[in-house]
T-cell receptor, first 116, second 118 residues
Framework: AQKITQTQPGMFVQEKEAVTLDCTYD???????LFWYKQPSSGEMIFLIY??????QNATEGRYSLNFQKARKSANLVISASQLGDSAMYFC?????????????FGKGNQVVVIP | GAVVSQHPSWVICKSGTSVKIECRSL??????MFWYRQFPKQSLMLMAT?????????EQGVEKDKFLINHASLTLSTLTVTSAHPEDSSFYIC??????????????FGQGTRLTVV
């Protein structure tokens, strides 16, 4: 069964506007971590933000914030004040404490294109 | 932050030859590294988990004899694509994380290797 679901089609975002990328997850663990990565066309995976399952507050890192709704099992990424350099693929991932070797399970990704 | 270096960043090889890709953790020891494969416009698919000093653990459907993994030291894992064919052309990327045991420790990724088999 798919653990991470990202279903939005490619998105065009106006520069300086905010964009929300949806991510839902499936786990029976109580302890897990949720991650967002950015992958530009160069291919590198850039870590953006982390949310732990026991964290009571939503994580924030600069222009990135994570809207964590544990009961709904969603961990949406919000990018504020979009910049042209934000154009990339964005992947949501989950690490379960009980998942062998603490490896990450990735969603299919969201394509974001920021337009001037 | 911790750095993972992957080499080469791109390689073109002839069908039937073998290609070795290196993944190094530069400032931490990684007893476990992960190898992913990514097709264009798709997600990262875990191929195998590389364990220092022991055999790699392969995901279902990944050919062990095709994708040889060696993790001979705490800072180096290698992936060798043996007898490469055009269908092996893909983006391969490795990851590792410092063994702090904390669940919030991010996984650090190499730069990736774009393999083209002609």
């Amino acid at each position: 069964a798919q653990k991470i679901t990202q279903t939005q089609p490619g998105m065009f975002v106006q520069e300086k506007e905010a964009v929300t990328l949806d991510c839902t997850y499936d786990t029976s663990d109580q302890s897990y971590g949720l991650f967002w990565y950015k992958q530009p066309s160069s291919g590198e995976m850039i870590f953006l933000i982390y949310q732990g399952s026991y964290d009571e507050q939503n994580a924030t890192e600069g222009r990135y914030s994570l809207n964590f709704q544990k009961a709904r099992k969603s961990a949406n990424l919000v990018i504020s004040a979009s910049q042209l350099g934000d154009s990339a693929m964005y992947f949501c991932a989950m690490r379960e404490a009980g998942y062998g070797n603490n490896r990450l399970a990735f969603g299919k990704g969201n394509q974001v294109v920021v337009i001037p | 932050g911790a750095v993972v270096s992957q080499h080469p960043s791109w390689v073109i090889c002839k069908s039937g030859t073998s290609v070795k890709i290196e993944c190094r953790s530069l400032d931490f020891q990684a007893t476990t590294m992960f190898w992913y494969r990514q097709f264009p416009k798709q997600s990262l698919m875990l191929m195998a988990t590389s364990n220092e000093g022991s055999k790699a653990t392969y995901e279902q459907g990944v050919e062990k004899d095709k994708f040889l993994i060696n993790h001979a030291s705490l800072t180096l894992s290698t992936l060798t694509v043996t007898s490469a064919h055009p269908e092996d052309s893909s983006f391969y990327i490795c990851s590792a994380r410092p063994p702090t045991g904390e669940p919030n420790t991010e996984a650090f990724f190499g730069q990736g290797t774009r393999l083209t088999v002609v």
